[in-house]
């Protein structure tokens, strides 16, 4: 059998996508390598997307769009695609098989970025996390660092101060990337303070860690942090290594136009995954929409 649309990734990009292409009736499956929602899922309170004015729990709304693109009538299939080929028919092949189908959209999103320090990988999942919402309760009362200095640093660092002592946000220049709505949330929290001009340098510790040691860039001194956890939001990795026929950017996104085209025409991407300004849920749905609409103009064409 040959799709109409396969849509790589089940995050809101991709379900919007599955959403607006099985709306459309075109014959759409979606492969998902984990669970579908993406890093929405580790989201406590999405304050910013429209229509929920108190907010919606991340999880729940990826659970509501699943819902939506499975009524619509969209397959999903979990599975890891591994590579896609080009032709008349394409093809995307997967761990445990492969499928045709007529255009492809990618919406593979992003992996968290890791530190590279020595020690961070001896401690991962004991004691180093990319996970506010799965770890925090393991925190209680203790103390722990955050280092970025973006929305999701700023984001979760509050979120964290719900459990946590003290909450050390360590960043590497003076003045935050975050959002200033966040900057004013995490100000009103007593129990988070910032290290500005500091970098992550090594983690200590035997069967727990114990501290981390930071540097400040501007005047080289060593510092020591004596804390029970270090969470890491540094950004974000484009997931392209499957795509190596597609036309990146320097930084490894997938460069499209505004249609969502790529370079390969009937290959579509969306999402966090391509070269953009703005990534937030609400331009990952957008951008779905865009790509199911412009798969379905390149199969009537
Ligand atoms: P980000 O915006 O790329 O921020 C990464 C942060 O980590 C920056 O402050 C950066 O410092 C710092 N950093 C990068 N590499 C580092 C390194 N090697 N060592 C130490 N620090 C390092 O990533 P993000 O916060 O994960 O956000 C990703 C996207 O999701 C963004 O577009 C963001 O707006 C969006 N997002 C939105 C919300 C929301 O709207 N509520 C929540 C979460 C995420 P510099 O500032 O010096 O570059």
Redesign the pocket.
Known sequence: MTYDVIIIGGGPSGLSAAIYASRARLKTLLIEKNGCGGQMTV?DL???YPGFNDGINGFDLAVKLEMQARDFGTEIMYDEVTSIENGVVKKVISINGACETKTIIVAAG?S??K??IPGEEKFIGKGVSFCAICDAPFYKGKDVVV???????I?EAIYLSNFAKNVIV????D?????KI?QEKMASRANISVIYDS??KEIFGNDSIEKIGITNTKTNEDKDLQVDGIFV????IPNTLFLSNLTLDKNGYVITDENMNTSIPGIFACG?IRKKQ???VVTAASDGAQAAVSAQHYIEN
Do not use: C, W, Y
């Not at 280092?147 to 640093?153: C, H, N, R, V």
């Not at 003045?175 to 959002?179: E, G, P, Q």
């Open positions: 989201t999405l304050e910013n992003t968290v970025k530190m590279n280092i970025g200095g973006g929305d999701s640093a984001q360590v960043h590497r220049r003045a935050l990337r975050a959002t966040l970098i992550p939001f540094i950004g974000l966090d703005l990534r937030q």
